[in-house]
Nanobody, 126 residues
Framework: QVQLVESGPSVVRTGDSLTLTCTAS????????MGWFRQALGSERDFIAA????????TYADSAKDRCTISRDSAKDMVTLVMNDVKPEDTGVYFC???????????????????WGQGTQVTVSS
């Protein structure tokens, strides 16, 4: 299994950019594909973006493709999510997640990922 740790600012202002990083450790050589989810208070955990173990393939939620970029530094076992022009509705807990094996762009539900970080709270102030 792989261990994931998210990091990033806890508060950002409306219109700013948000950069979150996720660092993986453990069995990171098992072709780990990684993704980001957001969970607002009282809501389900929603998919934002995912990236293949090689970094060559990415998948975005329709709501995220215009404002988000996911990338990875395989040498550092790190994945970064950049979200531009953040809005108050982007407030929530952001989770990094991973699954091993062949990357599949249809795997975008929480059940498709078997390793999770603790999550990091991000509040967008108006």
């Amino acid at each position: 299994q792989v261990q994931l740790v998210e990091s990033g600012p806890s508060v950002v202002r409306t219109g700013d950019s948000l950069t979150l990083t996720c660092t993986a450790s453990g069995r990171t050589r098992d072709y780990i594909n990684m993704g980001w989810f957001r969970q607002a208070l009282g809501s389900e955990r929603d998919f934002i973006a995912a990236i293949s173990w090689s970094g060559g393939v990415t998948t975005y939620a329709d709501s995220a493709k215009d404002r988000c970029t996911i990338s990875r530094d395989s040498a550092k076992d790190m994945v970064t999510l950049v979200m531009n022009d953040v809005k108050p509705e982007d407030t929530g807990v952001y989770f990094c997640a991973a699954y091993s094996g062949v990357y599949n762009s249809v795997l975008i539900t929480p059940h498709d990922f078997d390793s999770w970080g603790q999550g990091t709270q991000v509040t967008v102030s108006s």
